[in-house]
Every structure is written in C-alpha cells, then in structure tokens.
C-alpha cells in the first residue's frame, strides 16, 4: 500500500491528512477533557464522514477498474453521494456561540480546523475526480463538469444543514428525499434559502476549488 502510494504521488498528502486529523481530534479532545462536556466531539464523526469521497478516489487511484465497470461506477457513485459532506462541516460554524469553560476563540479554532481538513480532503477526491475524466473526456467539458459537481455539492450542503438529509438517506427513504428535492426545482419561487444557499455556497466553492487547483498546478510546473 505505501508502495502504490508513493508510486501515485499520494504518499505525502496521506501522511499531512492523517496529521491534520490528529491534530483535530486532539483539539476535541482537549476541549471535552476542559469543559467535561462533549459539545463539539460530534466534529470527529463530520470529519470521517468528509473523508469518504478521498477514500473512495483513492481506491480509484490506486486500483485499476477500467476493466470492471460495476466497481468503477460504485466507487463513483459513493463519492457523488458524500461528496457534500466535505464542504459541510463549513456549516458547523453555526454553532460557535460564548459558552463557559471554554473561550470562543478556541472554539473558533477547533471548527476551522475541522472545516479545512475536510474541505482539503474533499478537493483532493475532486481533483482525482477531474483527472480521471480528462482521460475519457475533453478538457473543456471536465472543467463544466466540475464547476456544475461543486454547485450539486452545495445543494448537498443545504439538504443536509437544513432539511437534515444524510448520504444514505437516498437509500433508506429515497422516496421522502426525493419528494423534498422535486419540490425545490418544481417550485424554486416557493424555496428561496434553497438557491440562495446553493448558489452563492456553489459560488465560493469554486472560488477556493479552482484556487486551490492554481496553486497545485504551479507547484507541479
């Protein structure tokens, strides 16, 4: 495995990913061992849940499916659906308030570092995503591609924040998710939080995806 990761070039991002992970779980950690309540320990679960799209890339990286189209689909699917769980702990900011025991700055920290680590592991599947579809497909339309996953993304985002939709919900009550989901593109006039969230969410999404891409690319020149 450490073979086959160096060989792709993800050796170094694994080991500073797993590093920024300790380092949030620590933070947790220390804040429930302070103020001996478990207030923002929910975070961890956030964060392994944002860690499913780059697991599943990384699978794609690493293996070789093109010869088997169920597993490439399925791998490809999974990231679809948890790929919004990535920029969603971004929300969790929601829930910084002064609270005693514990100052607000730390808590400010503690949600950022969860937020980045996971947002850093969900462009990085994304960015596996995008060069794995230039393979099949022309730059230009990859490109569109992306820009139109970062909006689904966003739109991901809000079911989950707001109408408290999970990932496998689309398997375990496909019928009421689906429901709430036809109703926004049938009725957009009636849901106005829901575009507004998508859009301008969709928008600062593709803001840091594409910047985070500039400076990946220049380092590779």
């Known amino acids: ?64 499916f093109n010869n088997n189209k169920v597993t490439l689909l399925g791998l490809l699917i999974i990231w679809l659906l948890f790929f919004p769980n990535s920029p969603y702990i971004l929300t969790d900011l929601f829930h910084l308030q002064s609270r005693a025991a514990i100052p607000v700055w730390f808590d400010l920290i503690l949600i950022l570092s969860f937020a980045w680590t996971g947002l850093t592991s969900g462009f990085i599947s994304l960015f596996d995503i995008e060069t794995f579809l230039k393979k099949q497909l022309n730059h230009r339309v990859v490109e569109f591609i992306i820009v139109i996953m970062l909006f689904l993304g966003s739109f991901g985002v809000y079911l989950g924040r707001y109408l408290r939709w999970n990932s496998w919900d689309i398997i375990s009550e496909p019928t009421h998710l689906l429901l709430d989901v ?34 990946k690319t220049e380092e590779a020149k």
């Open 1 to 64: 495995m450490i073979t086959q990761l160096k060989a792709t070039g993800k050796y170094n991002i694994t080991i500073f990913l797993i590093a920024m992970s300790i380092f949030c779980f620590s933070l947790s950690l220390f804040r429930f061992w302070i103020s001996e309540r478990n207030t923002f320990l929910f975070l961890n679960w956030n964060l392994f849940l944002a860690f499913i799209p780059w697991m599943a890339t990384t699978i794609l990286v690493l293996s070789n």
């Open 182 to 215: 036809g109703d926004r593109f049938i009725n957009p006039t009636l849901h106005p939080r829901t575009w507004g969230v998508t859009i301008l969410l969709g928008i600062l999404l593709n803001m840091m995806y594409w910047t985070f891409k500039y400076f």
